[in-house]
């Protein structure tokens, strides 16, 4: 996943108890650790949409559902087409802010999403505008009486409940969808700002700059506007150009540069505008100049079909998304990014509860409700594979029951809890929580909400549509000492590697947590494929009155 999933999920998503006899036979771990190797191997060169990478992906993720004999929803095969569009900022880049002078990379990332050759940008009136949040319902607004024509703002990460948690602020610890840094870059857009920056801090973004450097470096791919290639120029630049014109990041320390040149200290700002709805100009300008490469493309989506009986037309799903960051060619040795906690493990998962259904129908005959599988692309990159599936469902979702998302898989060890991201949401946790306590694991909620795990991956652009969606995995105790300390010399292995390089398979993951999430994962989806239960979201939820749970009620 691309900044989207915090690095909770890489040290902190560890998996079950070993105490079901049961659950521990259901999935081959040979055939796990088979599927995340392939995946995750230096040929498939770190699985970036649009390369050769996607190609052998594709390819493999095909023969695999037609040896299990899935069905091609289309009818002619398991691919969705997804257009995108990419957008590579040149390495040379000229960015002054009042009398700074910043490094790219270094100090500052910037990239623009629109189809010009050239971003020119002279003499910008730069704003800070604290959270850059417009929240009605929350009586917020950092933009009032703002008017951002031709300006930049520079925006804090996060929302005002994280330096107030006791608050009920935004939803006090756990960030609210108004802390997610593409959030900021809508709202900046629908103010008609020109440009927005995020002022980095790795607490509450979640994630040190390196993350930001290794995830925003390079092309950068969204979904084409209107979800198609426009037929003119005229066309294609009326879609585009509502948005800012460049959009990035800054370092803290350089942000605290410029604001001390501008005679406010960043520190003070930050206490008021955790407090309250802020925005002031620092009376200086920006000047920002690079060259922007732009290309159009098809990238695919992986969708197969176990298709069930009576209530055939309703569907359970289960995604993970396939890609991830590729390569940089601007690395000397080593430059691949393999991806295999994030995401081969959650993609080898994902086929391997596949082959588990194929085989229970074998044995116990088929299911009431389909069951369909999608390996979807762009997620790093913004989760542009599952947001181009709900806008154009191969089924609809109205008659979609529930998602399971899976992304990044326990490498740890088994452990006595349960993590669902966002826990409290919906009633179908309640499966998930049933088929723990049968592990005899209790389930809870991340240990970092602050940093919004639940807006960071697929299942979240199924939630916007009011499909209840589940993230969850792993745990924080280790099941016994022997596993503590083999998980805390693994966890100083993989530590920093987060979309970076060293993300790598390694034979000594200890995968014997991650089955048992398989396993909750399978029988909570298998309940729910033989039975009429629509599990609707919690009164007092972002989600409730797209499906409401029944009757309404709270967590």
Not at 43 to 69: C, D, V
Not at 217 to 238: I, M, R, S, V, Y
Not at 241 to 258: C, H, P, Y
Not at 430 to 459: M, W
């Amino acid at each position: 996943m691309r900044v989207f999933l915090s690095v909770l999920l890489l040290t902190q998503l560890i998996a079950c108890s070993p105490n079901d006899t049961a659950s521990n036979t259901l999935f081959d771990e040979s055939h796990l650790r088979q599927d995340i190797k392939i995946l995750s191997s230096d040929k498939f060169e770190g699985r970036a949409p649009n390369t050769r990478g996607e190609k052998l992906t594709l390819q493999f993720l095909t023969r695999s559902f037609g040896e299990m004999g899935l069905t091609k929803p289309n009818g002619k095969d398991y691919l969705q087409a997804v257009p995108m569009i990419s957008y590579a900022a040149s390495e040379q880049q000229v960015i002054s802010l009042g009398e700074l002078s910043l490094n790219n990379q270094q100090d500052i990332i910037l990239n623009s999403r629109h189809d010009k050759e050239t971003i020119s940008i002279r003499n910008a009136p730069l704003v800070f505008v604290g959270y850059g949040i417009n929240a009605p319902e929350y009586h917020w607004n950092d933009y009032r009486d703002l008017d951002m024509k031709g300006k930049i703002a520079l925006i804090l990460v996060n929302d005002p409940g994280f330096s107030h948690p006791e608050s009920d602020l935004f939803g006090g610890k756990a960030m609210s969808y108004y802390g997610r840094w593409t959030y900021k870059f809508e709202e900046a857009s629908r103010q008609g700002a020109l440009g927005a920056i995020i002022i980095h801090q790795t607490k509450p973004a979640g994630y040190p700059w390196s993350v930001v450097v290794n995830s925003w470096n390079g092309p950068q791919q969204d979904l084409q506007p209107n979800n198609e290639k426009a037929n003119n120029e005229e066309t294609n630049n009326t879609a585009i150009n509502n948005r800012v014109n460049i959009e990035g990041w800054i370092t803290f320390d350089k942000a605290k540069q410029l604001f001390n040149n501008a005679g406010l200290p960043l520190k003070n700002l930050l206490d008021r505008a955790s407090a309250s709805e802020i925005n002031l100009p620092l009376n200086m300008t920006a000047s920002i100049a690079f060259k922007n490469k732009v290309e159009y493309s098809t990238s695919y989506n992986v969708i197969a079909t176990l298709p069930g009986t009576d209530q055939t037309n309703e569907h359970v799903l289960f995604t993970a998304h396939w890609d991830h960051i590729g390569t940089d060619k601007q690395k000397t040795g080593d430059n691949i990014y393999n991806g295999a906690v994030d995401n081969a493990s959650g993609t080898a998962g994902m086929l391997a509860i596949a082959r588990q259904f194929i085989k229970q129908i074998k044995e116990n005959g088929p299911l009431a409700r389909s069951i369909t599988f999608i390996a979807t692309t762009g997620e790093e990159q913004g989760l542009l594979g599952s947001r181009y599936y709900v806008q154009h469902p191969l089924y609809p979702l109205d008659a979609t029951v529930a998602v399971f998302n899976l992304d990044s898989s326990n490498i740890y060890g088994p452990t006595k809890d349960y993590i669902i991201i966002g826990k409290g949401k919906s009633e179908l946790e309640n499966y998930l929580i049933k088929n723990a306590t049968r592990q005899e694991r209790h389930a809870i909620s991340e240990a970092n909400p602050e940093v919004g795990g639940f807006f960071r991956s697929d299942h979240f652009s199924f939630a916007q549509k009011g499909v209840p969606a589940v993230f969850a995995g792993g745990g924080n105790q280790p099941i016994d000492a022997a596993t503590s300390l083999k998980k805390e010399q693994m966890k100083k292995n993989m530590q920093g590697c987060y979309h970076d390089i060293c993300d790598e398979y390694r034979e000594d993951w200890d995968l014997r947590g991650a089955l048992e999430d398989l396993t909750i994962y399978y029988q909570a989806a298998n309940e729910l494929a033989n039975n009429h239960d629509w599990p609707g979201y919690y009164g007092g939820t972002e989600f409730y009155s797209l499906r409401p749970a029944h009757p309404a009620i709270t967590p």
